[in-house]
């Protein structure tokens, strides 16, 4: 157990992990400790606030506020594995250092953390250290940090300690089971509707994707598929393939009325999609095509390739998984998708007061309101509240209830015709 190991042996194995941002927040120190003169280092401590705002996603927007200040020289910024954001510049950019964390406080301004106050009144959210005179306590700090996260790191990960991770070597292998791999057992769906003023529900389609879940059962239930973004993205281009040559082996007929695939944009260059788009012909307007935001945003211009492509063919785009909190930091209709997924949870819920209520109004009227679904629906309040904001379409395991009633109530009319 980590909470057995010493500090010594917890460095140590920091230090193994040269390419770590804990290792590499050392080696920056160590230069520092030389000639501080100069430098001040700031301390975010993104640690402490609640873990509905401890997401990759959210912590990657904080660091990019930081972009104007980390492209100048002396300026480095380490984002550690505890969601702590540490940096270090000159004393000159305090100003732009100030713009960066007044943007970040914003963001998670819901947050008990932007409020909290130590005993001599201090903010909790952040610590300032002018490295000329501070070093020594900065130096404390971060050494502290480290451990801490280190100690709660493999703390989390004991009972996973057996699975492998997925990594470039076993990729190779799994690559190959994934293309013989027959989609069809792991295929699942889950509806989205439209709900009418008079309350009223009409099924919008039928999204189809792959139980990830499953998927790991069969094909490697000793691989953490999901240790590495980007190689399990890779994994699921290939998932992507398998999903087309499953659909393509049916009938038009076979298929719902309007479905969506949930794909990768490099997905749409691959043979495999030019012959599924054979397949599709004219019946194209049927199919609604999903990315997820970190593929939209790694290559921008790709996907405004890919999107224009799709909508000239008569396909729809759907922007997957937006975050409140992340669209409160740009403008999504810019991405000239035809519909938006926001999320509800804990944000989108909790905007429920009145303040919150027309902040949300506001940022749905932005995209329109007619282009947005709420996911991840769970009760009838979700709908109630997206009512509320001039919202109609929903989905969720709420609304797998809602549609499941009412395939019954049809049939039910149908037995009594």
Request: glycine share 4%.
């Given at each position: 157990?980590?909470?057995?190991?010493?500090?010594?042996?917890?460095m140590?194995?920091?230090?193994?992990e040269?390419n770590?941002?804990?290792?590499?927040?050392l080696?920056n120190?160590?230069?520092?400790?030389k000639k501080?003169v100069?430098?001040?280092?700031?301390?975010?401590?993104l640690s402490?606030?609640?873990?509905?705002n401890?997401?990759?996603?959210?912590?990657?927007?904080?660091?990019r506020?930081?972009?104007?200040?980390?492209?100048t020289?002396m300026?480095?910024l380490?984002?550690?594995?505890?969601?702590?954001?540490i940096?270090?510049?000159q004393?000159?950019?305090?100003?732009?250092?100030?713009?960066a964390l007044?943007?970040?406080r914003?963001?998670f301004?819901?947050?008990p953390?932007?409020?909290?106050?130590d005993?001599s009144?201090?903010?909790?959210f952040c610590?300032w250290?002018d490295?000329?005179?501070?070093?020594?306590?900065?130096k404390?700090?971060?050494v502290s940090?480290i451990?801490?996260?280190?100690?709660?790191s493999?703390?989390?990960?004991?009972?996973?300690?057996?699975d492998e991770?997925?990594t470039?070597?076993?990729l190779d292998?799994l690559?190959?089971t994934?293309?013989?791999?027959?989609?069809?057992?792991?295929?699942?769906?889950q509806?989205a509707v439209?709900?009418?003023t008079?309350?009223?529900?009409?099924?919008?389609?039928?999204?189809?994707?792959?139980?990830i879940?499953d998927?790991?059962?069969i094909?490697?239930?000793?691989?953490?598929?999901l240790a590495d973004?980007?190689?399990?993205?890779?994994?699921?281009t290939?998932?992507?393939q398998r999903?087309l040559?499953?659909?393509r082996?049916?009938?038009?007929?076979?298929?719902?009325?309007?479905?969506s695939?949930?794909?990768?944009?490099?997905?749409?260059?691959?043979?495999?999609?030019q012959?599924f788009?054979?397949?599709v012909?004219?019946?194209?307007?049927?199919f609604?095509?999903?990315?997820q935001?970190?593929?939209?945003?790694?290559d921008?211009?790709a996907?405004?390739?890919?999107r224009?492509?799709?909508q000239t063919?008569?396909?729809?785009?759907?922007?997957?998984?937006?975050q409140?909190?992340?669209l409160?930091?740009?403008d999504?209709?810019?991405l000239?998708?035809?519909?938006?997924?926001?999320?509800?949870?804990?944000?989108l819920g909790?905007?429920?007061?009145?303040?919150?209520?027309?902040?949300?109004?506001?940022?749905?009227?932005?995209?329109?309101a007619?282009?947005?679904?709420?996911?991840?629906v769970?009760?009838?309040?979700?709908?109630?509240?997206g009512?509320?904001?001039?919202v109609?379409?929903?989905?969720g395991f709420f609304v797998d209830?809602l549609?499941e009633a009412?395939?019954q109530?049809?049939?039910s009319?149908?037995?009594g015709a």
């Amino acid at each position: 157990m980590a909470e057995n190991l010493s500090d010594a042996q917890l460095m140590r194995a920091i230090r193994a992990e040269t390419n770590s941002p804990e290792n590499k927040l050392l080696e920056n120190m160590q230069i520092l400790e030389k000639k501080p003169v100069g430098l001040c280092a700031v301390h975010l401590h993104l640690s402490q606030l609640q873990r509905t705002n401890r997401k990759p996603d959210y912590i990657r927007i904080a660091e990019r506020c930081f972009d104007p200040i980390t492209i100048t020289h002396m300026s480095d910024l380490f984002a550690l594995a505890n969601f702590d954001i540490i940096l270090t510049c000159q004393n000159s950019r305090v100003e732009e250092i100030d713009r960066a964390l007044s943007s970040i406080r914003n963001m998670f301004r819901a947050d008990p953390l932007i409020e909290r106050r130590d005993i001599s009144g201090e903010e909790a959210f952040c610590t300032w250290y002018d490295l000329e005179e501070d070093f020594e306590y900065f130096k404390e700090a971060v050494v502290s940090s480290i451990l801490s996260a280190k100690r709660q790191s493999l703390d989390k990960n004991v009972a996973s300690m057996d699975d492998e991770k997925l990594t470039p070597k076993n990729l190779d292998q799994l690559a190959r089971t994934f293309r013989k791999l027959d989609a069809r057992p792991l295929m699942r769906h889950q509806s989205a509707v439209q709900v009418g003023t008079n309350g009223q529900g009409q099924l919008l389609f039928r999204e189809y994707y792959v139980s990830i879940a499953d998927l790991r059962k069969i094909v490697a239930p000793d691989v953490d598929l999901l240790a590495d973004r980007w190689l399990f993205q890779y994994l699921t281009t290939i998932l992507d393939q398998r999903v087309l040559h499953m659909l393509r082996s049916q009938t038009m007929d076979d298929l719902p009325k309007n479905i969506s695939l949930n794909l990768n944009i490099q997905t749409i260059h691959t043979k495999d999609f030019q012959l599924f788009d054979h397949f599709v012909g004219e019946d194209a307007h049927r199919f609604i095509i999903e990315f997820q935001p970190v593929d939209v945003f790694s290559d921008i211009f790709a996907y405004e390739q890919v999107r224009d492509m799709l909508q000239t063919r008569g396909y729809k785009v759907l922007i997957d998984s937006l975050q409140p909190l992340v669209l409160d930091y740009f403008d999504p209709s810019k991405l000239k998708a035809d519909f938006y997924k926001i999320a509800w949870g804990d944000r989108l819920g909790a905007s429920a007061t009145q303040e919150g209520r027309g902040e949300m109004r506001e940022l749905i009227q932005s995209i329109g309101a007619s282009n947005v679904i709420i996911s991840l629906v769970d009760s009838e309040d979700a709908v109630k509240f997206g009512l509320q904001l001039g919202v109609q379409r929903f989905q969720g395991f709420f609304v797998d209830r809602l549609v499941e009633a009412m395939t019954q109530k049809t049939a039910s009319a149908m037995r009594g015709a």
